[in-house]
C-alpha cells in the first residue's frame, strides 16, 4: 500500500480496547450504567460494541459490529435485565474485524456460560490454542480473549477459583472482566501494563473500568487501581480480593499517558491532560526555536502545545480544524479525492497560518506519512515555515501488549537520523521529546512504565522475533527488563 492510499487514521498507534464491569443492587439499570460507561471508552476502540448481563442464572449477551450508539438502542438495552453486567469496546490489536471476534466472548461452563471482556495482547496465544484445540475446546474467533475464556470455562469450582488457576497460564498484559450465571470477575497480569480501575457506585454497587473517565460517567467513585496480579470479585453488597500473581513492579503502558488514555482520565492522581502539558513543557525548554505560532494537532496533540506554548512565551493557535465524524471505517476516498488527502480529517485555517513561523505539536509519528501530509497542507495554506515538534521519543520497536503498531521495517525513526525524518516530512526542523525528559514529565522513575516502543526493554516474554520484529546488522535483539 503506497503512503496515497493508506488510511488517513494510518500514522498513530491504535487503540486497544476498553473494558468495564458493574454489579448493583436491585433496582438499578445495569445494562445502561454500562451502555453509558462504555460511550466514555469509545475512544479505546470503534470496531465493536458488545454488553453481557445476568439476570438471576441467565447471561445475555449482545455484541455487533459498530459503534456503542449503533449497536444499542432502547429496546435492546431494556433485554439486558439484572444485577450485574460487562462491556467491551474493541479495536482489533489482534484478530480480524469481524462478528465472531466482537467481545464479550462466551463459552459455556457446565450449565453455567462465562462471557469475557479482554484488554490486551497474550503472548503464548499459538501455544495455549494447540493445547485447548487438543483437548476439544470449541474455538470460533481468532482473538486470545476467546483463548482465556476456553480456559476459564475448562476448570471447576467457583469462578474466583477459575480465574485465581488460569492466569498464572497467561503470558502479556491483560486487563479482564468476566461474568457468569452467579459471579462477577475482573483481574489484571502481574505487570499491570494494561489500567484497570475500582469504582463504587454512589448508590450501592461496585465497578470496574479501563480509564476513570468511565467512572465519572456514570457518577461512581473512584476507590483505587486494580492491582497487579489481582483478581477481584465484585457484587452488589461488596468485593473479594485475592492477589493472585506477585505483583511485578507495576509497568503501565507509557502510551496511556502520551496517546491513549482521554485527557480528563487520572492515572496516580494526575490527570492525562496534566501530564500531556508537561510534556509539552518539557519539549519547550529541550527543543525551543524561534516562531509565532505554537499549533496543536487535534486532539491528541493539543495538551502538549498548550504546554508548550506556556513554556515557551509563543502564543498558541487553534490553526487546525478537526472533522471529528471522520472514523476509522468510513469509505476509502478516490483517487480524485486523494489529492486533497488529509483534508478529509483536519482542514487549516489559512487566516491564522499565513505568513507565520509555526511550531507545530503532535503527539507521535510512526511511519511518517500522515506527518508528511501536515506539513505541506500547512505550507500549502501559506505557513512560512513548518517545526514539528513530538511530545514522545521516537518509536523504535513494535508493541506485543494491546497496541496496533507497525511492524519494526515500517517505523519511520528506525535506520534514519532526527534530520533525516525532517527532511522526509518537510518539515524545517524536527524535534523529539527525550526519554528523560518524558521521565521529567510524567514525574515517576522509568521503572514504572512500559517503554518497550521507544527502548526494545520488553517486561513481559515476547513471540518468536520472526513474527514482527525486523533488525538491522549489528543491532542487539531485545532483552527483557
Known amino acids: 500500500m503506497s503512503d496515497a492510499e493508506r488510511p488517513l487514521d494510518d500514522d498513530t498507534p491504535k487503540e ?8 448493583a443492587p436491585p433496582g438499578r439499570d445495569v445494562s445502561r450504567i454500562t451502555y453509558y460507561a462504555l460511550h466514555a471508552l469509545q475512544h479505546r476502540g470503534q470496531e465493536s460494541a458488545g454488553i453481557a448481563a445476568r439476570d438471576g442464572a441467565n447471561v445475555t449477551i449482545q455484541r455487533d459490529l459498530g459503534l456503542v450508539t449503533t449497536v444499542f438502542d432502547e429496546t435492546s438495552l431494556r433485554s439486558l435485565t439484572g444485577d450485574a453486567a460487562i462491556g467491551h469496546v474493541r479495536y482489533s490489536t489482534t484478530g480480524a474485524n469481524k462478528w465472531d471476534n466482537a467481545q464479550p466472548v462466551a ?11 479482554h484488554n490486551g495482547n497474550l503472548t503464548n496465544t499459538g501455544e495455549l490454542r494447540t493445547e485447548m484445540e487438543a483437548a476439544g475446546a470449541d474455538l470460533r474467533a481468532s482473538t486470545d480473549s476467546e483463548i482465556i475464556a476456553a480456559l476459564i470455562a475448562a476448570e471447576e469450582g467457583s469462578l474466583l477459583r477459575a480465574v485465581c488457576a488460569v492466569m498464572p497460564r497467561l503470558v502479556g498484559a491483560y486487563s479482564v472482566v ?17 489500567p484497570l480501575v475500582l469504582g463504587r457506585l454512589d448508590e450501592g454497587g461496585w465497578c470496574v473500568a479501563s480509564e476513570t473517565c468511565a467512572l465519572d460517567q456514570i457518577g461512581a467513585r473512584f476507590e483505587r487501581d486494580v492491582r497487579p496480579g489481582e483478581a477481584l470479585r465484585l457484587s452488589a453488597g461488596g468485593i473479594e480480593s ?3 500473581l506477585p505483583s511485578a513492579g507495576g509497568r503501565t503502558c507509557v502510551f496511556e499517558h502520551i496517546y491513549f488514555a482521554r485527557p480528563d482520565s487520572r492515572m496516580e492522581g494526575t490527570t492525562m491532560w496534566e501530564s500531556r502539558s508537561a510534556m509539552g513543557a518539557e519539549l519547550a525548554r529541550e527543543s525551543g526555536v ?4 505554537v499549533v496543536g494537532l487535534p486532539d491528541s496533540g493539543t495538551p502538549a502545545a498548550i504546554g508548550y506554548a506556556q513554556e515557551s512565551g509563543i502564543p498558541y493557535s487553534e490553526a487546525v480544524v478537526r472533522n471529528r465524524y471522520v472514523g476509522r471505517s468510513f469509505i476509502q476516498p478516490d483517487q480524485a479525492m486523494r489529492q486533497h488527502g488529509i483534508r478529509l480529517k483536519f482542514n487549516p485555517l489559512p487566516s491564522v497560518i499565513a505568513g507565520k513561523r509555526l511550531v507545530v505539536v503532535d503527539d507521535s509519528i510512526v511511519r511518517g506519512n500522515t506527518t508528511q501530509r501536515i506539513v505541506q497542507m500547512l505550507l500549502d495554506a501559506g505557513a512560512a515555515e513548518v517545526h514539528m515538534r513530538i511530545s514522545s521519543p521516537p518509536i523504535l520497536w513494535p508493541c506485543f501488549y494491546g497496541i496496533d503498531m507497525a511492524d519494526r521495517a515500517e517505523l519511520v525513526a528506525v535506520g534514519r537520523s532526527v534530520e533525516e525524518i525532517a ?11 527525550t526519554l528523560d525528559g518524558l521521565q521529567r514529565a510524567l514525574g515517576k522513575p522509568a521503572s514504572g512504565f512500559c517503554r518497550a516502543c521507544f527502548t526494545g526493554e520488553y517486561p513481559i516474554a515476547i513471540p518468536d522475533s520472526s513474527l514482527k ?13
Open 178 to 194: 468476566v461474568i457468569s450465571g452467579s459471579e462477577l470477575v475482573a483481574f489484571r497480569d502481574a505487570h499491570g501494563v494494561r
Open 16 to 23: 486497544e480496547c476498553g473494558v468495564f464491569a458493574v454489579a
Open 423 to 433: 527532511d522526509l516530512t518537510g518539515a524545517h526542523s524536527l524535534a523529539y521529546l
Open 290 to 293: 524561534d516562531a509565532d505560532l
Open 469 to 481: 520484529l525486523r533488525f538491522e546488522p549489528g543491532e542487539r535483539e531485545p532483552a527483557a527488563a
Open 107 to 117: 463459552q459455556t461452563r457446565g450449565d453455567d456460560i462465562v462471557a469475557l471482556g
Open 242 to 244: 485475592r492477589q493472585a
